[in-house]
């Protein structure tokens, strides 16, 4: 899978967007841009994926660039609640032996303040 | 529809012992994963399980194993527990059909091994 890199962390005050980078320079063509969030003592909560296009769900959009080395990961209106540890992954490789498996690296903390 | 659920919860056991952590995946999923993570370390993948059949393996020694059952139900055993041991266990499903599946985690069992 390949390797991504997230800022440590980052503050963002609430009703604003949220805007978190993550860089994944070495994906392959057929690896997806996952990103998931994890609340202390909590298991990993789903928020989006991408191959190519960006993507949009009720939580949040996926800006993915052209040459798929980086992305973006928006909450429009971010709120207390979406203070959390960020993680952004590249992986689970279309058609290779990769199923269920999501290599996690260290993450972003986010940080909403009032 | 019904998450990813894990038993127990919480629990403690002394070193040497062994542990058996069972999942229930969401209703029509056929993948389970299996995650261990620790302060240190983080989320490591440990195994993934397809229609009974482990598919995919993490880097960690023997003691770790799993099992899947005909209803996709998954238990992972820990043998000879050691200090180090000590983390919270995940397990997420999917359809496993499709590398970019959406994969969803349960909320974990803590095991403390003192």
């Known amino acids: 899978d390949a390797k991504t890199t997230q800022p440590t962390s980052m503050d963002c005050a609430e009703g604003r967007a949220a805007n978190l980078p993550c860089n994944h320079s070495?994906?392959?063509?057929?690896?997806?841009v996952y990103w998931y969030r994890q609340i202390h003592s909590q298991g990993p909560q789903y928020i989006i994926h991408g191959l190519k296009n960006n993507e949009t769900n009720e939580m949040a959009s996926l800006i993915i660039t052209e040459d798929r080395k980086s992305s973006t990961l928006i909450l429009p209106h971010a709120t207390l609640r979406d203070t959390a540890v960020y993680y952004c992954i590249a992986g689970s490789r279309a058609g290779g032996t990769s199923y269920g498996k999501l290599t996690f690296g260290q993450g972003t903390i986010l940080t909403v303040h009032p | 529809k019904a998450g990813v659920t894990q038993t127990p919860r919480y629990l403690i056991k002394t070193r040497g012992q062994q542990v058996t952590l069972s999942c229930s995946p969401i209703?029509?999923?056929?993948?389970v994963s299996w995650y261990q993570q620790t302060p240190g370390q983080g989320l490591q993948f440990l195994f993934e399980y397809f229609s009974e059949t482990q598919r995919n393996k993490g880097n960690f020694p023997g003691r770790f194993s799993g099992r899947q059952f005909s209803n996709s139900r998954s238990e992972m055993n820990v043998s000879t527990l050691e200090l180090g041991d000590s983390a919270l266990y995940l397990c997420a499903s999917s359809l496993g059909t499709n590398s970019g599946n959406t994969i969803y985690f349960g909320e974990g069992s803590w095991l403390t091994v003192v």
């Open positions: 209703s029509g999923h056929r993948s």
């Open positions: 070495t994906i392959s063509g057929n690896e997806y």
